[in-house]
């Protein structure tokens, strides 16, 4: 088309030229810029060797039904060759409710496991070695309470705290501007995030308690420059948390990994991982001296996103996850994972998860993406984008500190909600004008009938199994240390002391989660969602 | 003074515990910029508290948008629900609909099901068609 030859501007605003030359360095220090794999600023990966010396992780999100089934797919997914497991939780875990709760009406189970107790967990996870296979729990709001109950389970399995390993997403300043999935306020809630880190940094070392997600700022309309620097901001504000109570920076900033989102133009999300390497690793030594290299490395699972599949001609979804893995590879993620071809529509089905798996792991088996590390690293035009990238994220930042008063400010307010909608409605305009391609959509569109979509089977009987077992658990358990150990949590709640230990204990004694959510609501109230449009 | 129709108010809400709410959102400001008075009801609101909410607010035009499959349940709730207030704005249902389940939807009384993949023309011509427009109110109305 003639107006490409004239003007191309990718969705972070930067305009593209049709040729790159040695000139486009010029400012770009070969050294100090770009350097080698494994040292500072780590532009080109966290490691010296990256997938040469081990390849990426494959970790796909799965979780539905009752434990028992969740239990079930996460073997068949083990069996596979998948080495890490990513949990999903239904809304009602994810909200803090119980299955028998009124609200959790019609989505027990639905959207992902549901967990009630203690004993859900230890359903889930039978069988599985958690001394090999690394988990991590999808979970924001009920972190707390369901990083406790995961702890205890590896206990169960002869994993003591010292060893556990595994992530929590635990990033609740995201769920206000996409995903949702919030009830705190967002003070206690940062808090708890505090005691979250502080608690891990001192007895559970090897877990990640946090992984900030740019992933679901991105998929709520955030361009790329937006989803690292949104996420950038919620970082420090997590790192600041962490610092208030006392530790030293290097004594947790290593323990927080990212989680980043995958559609879009190839060569930008490219640049834009590349960029975000570098600039976290400045930040983390200009903003808060961390000394420690292992501070300094941006550890991220960057993932293809469903905010790029589409509905229409869902096989194409197939050919997209792949180019999405393609960029991950590039990117030198640690981890990866797949929205699969019915994402757009349904939870995966188990032949679509296991082309995703696959998808992986063709790439690393078969394509020669772990020969050399950092293959696009020194071409004109990736360095001189990966710049462009760096100085519009750092500009973005200070946007939010300057003219938003910070991120937390910025969610209470719901100015980065506003923003982020703005955006989506924007995009889906340029979808329906035809000004942004959607092959099968606005390309190359088939006008057939409206296809008959599968969608995941929902059986209700799940809710009332799941209520069953928590009955039979609260008439069991000692209703007595029940009580005192929600009467604990909420003390603890309100003196400000850091609430896991009292977690554990209330989870010990098979307190539901819905009793410890409904105990630090009392204390701490809920968020007012802002819904200025 | 030239007469001008009041603008038609559309309540766009997101039922049940699902907080994805960009297609809530993308509606709302189509809608907002097509000229209807749009109110957001925000996330996690009950069956209940939208039938309230539209009630209070007296809206022509009901939106809501599911993802999480529970459109069936929640339509027969919601409309059930209405009756009980004898108030009856043009229901809308988008999101992640099944085509088979058009015909339920309809069968329980929901007047228009956009799908994702829709389009904002198409809404927007299918609620002027439709909406039960209040009487006409002189000198600009609440147009913003």
């Not at chain 1, 119980?98 to 967990?115: H, T």
């Not at chain 1, 960029?327 to 640690?334: F, R």
């Not at chain 1, 394509?367 to 710049?387: K, Q």
């Amino acid at each position: 088309m003639s107006d490409r030859l004239e003007q191309l501007t990718l969705e972070s605003g930067i305009s593209v030229k049709p040729v790159f030359g040695p000139e486009d360095l010029a400012g770009i220090d070969l050294q100090g810029d770009i350097g080698l794999p494994g040292q500072y600023p780590f532009t080109r990966g966290i490691h010296p060797l990256m997938y040469r010396a081990r390849p990426y992780t494959m970790r796909q999100y799965a979780g539905f039904g009752t434990p028992e089934e969740t239990n079930q797919r996460f073997k068949f997914l083990i069996e596979q060759g998948q080495n890490a497991l990513n949990v999903a939780f239904d809304l009602p875990t994810q909200m803090g409710l119980d299955s028998s709760d009124p609200l959790a009406e019609g989505e027990v189970g639905r959207v992902g496991m549901a967990v009630d107790t203690l004993a859900d967990m230890e359903l889930a996870f039978e069988d599985i070695p958690l001394d090999r296979i690394s988990v991590s729990l999808t979970i924001n709001a009920v972190a707390a309470p369901i990083m406790a109950m995961y702890f205890v389970v590896a206990e169960k399995h002869g994993v003591p705290l010292a060893e556990v390993r595994g992530t929590a997403q635990n990033d609740i300043l995201k769920e206000y501007i996409g995903r949702g999935a919030w009830i705190f306020p967002a003070g206690p809630a940062v808090r708890l995030i505090g005691d979250t880190i502080e608690f891990c940094s001192r007895h559970a070392p090897k877990y990640y308690p946090v992984s900030v997600c740019g992933y679901h700022i991105r998929e709520s309309g955030a361009n790329p420059v937006q989803e690292i620097a949104y996420a950038f901001c919620i970082a420090r504000e997590y790192v600041r948390e962490g610092m208030r109570r006392g530790l030293g920076v290097d004594d947790f900033a290593g323990r927080i990994s990212f989680n980043f989102d995958i559609h879009g133009n190839l060569f930008e999300q490219v640049a834009k991982f590349r960029a975000a390497r570098r600039l976290w690793a400045r930040i983390m030594v200009d903003e808060f001296a961390a000394e420690d290299p292992d501070s300094m490395k941006l550890k991220m699972i960057a993932g293809g996103g469903g905010g790029g599949l589409t509905i229409e001609q869902p096989e194409n979804n197939i050919v997209r996850g792949a180019y999405y893995a393609l960029i991950s590879a590039l990117s030198g993620a640690q981890t990866m994972a797949l929205c699969s071809y019915d994402e757009a529509y349904t939870i995966p089905s188990e032949k679509a998860a296991l082309i995703s798996l696959r998808t992986m792991q063709i790439l690393v088996e078969e394509m020669g993406l772990r020969d050399t590390v950092d293959p696009l690293g020194g071409s004109y035009y990736v360095e001189w984008l990966t710049s462009q990238m760096e100085q519009r994220i750092l500009l973005e930042i200070q946007r939010v500190d300057e003219s938003w008063g910070g991120i937390v400010r910025a969610v209470e307010a719901g100015l980065a909600q506003q923003e982020v909608a703005h955006q989506a409605w924007q995009y889906e305009q340029g979808i329906q004008d035809g000004s942004i391609s959607k092959v099968g959509v606005n390309r190359y569109r088939m006008e057939e009938e409206r296809r008959e979509i599968e969608l995941h089977p929902y059986r209700p009987e799940q809710a009332e199994e799941s209520i069953r077992r928590t009955a039979q658990v609260k008439a069991e358990r000692d209703a007595g240390k029940v009580e005192l150990a929600l009467q604990r949590l909420g003390q603890v709640a309100a003196s400000g002391e850091n609430i896991m230990p009292a977690t554990i204990e209330a989870v010990r004694a098979y307190a539901t989660l819905g009793e410890m959510t409904a105990t630090l609501k009392q204390v701490f109230g809920a968020f007012k969602e802002p819904l200025a449009l | 003074m030239e007469q001008r129709a009041a603008p038609i108010r559309v309540l766009i809400a997101k039922p049940g515990l699902d907080g994805h709410d960009r297609g809530a959102k993308v509606v709302a400001l189509a809608l907002r910029q097509a000229g209807f008075e749009v109110i957001y009801t925000g996330l996690h609101q009950t069956v209940e508290q939208i039938v309230e909410a539209a009630v209070q607010e007296d809206v022509a035009v009901l939106g809501l948008s599911v993802l999480s499959g529970a459109h069936l349940p929640i339509a027969e709730k919601l409309m059930a629900r209405l009756r009980e207030f004898g108030f009856r704005p043009l229901v809308v249902l988008g999101g992640n609909i099944p085509g088979r389940d058009l015909e339920a939807l309809t069968g329980l009384g929901v007047d228009g099901v956009f799908p994702t993949g829709s389009r904002f023309e198409d809404l927007v011509a299918f609620i002027h068609q439709r909406a039960q427009v209040g009487s006409a109110v002189e000198g600009g109305g609440r147009r913003r």
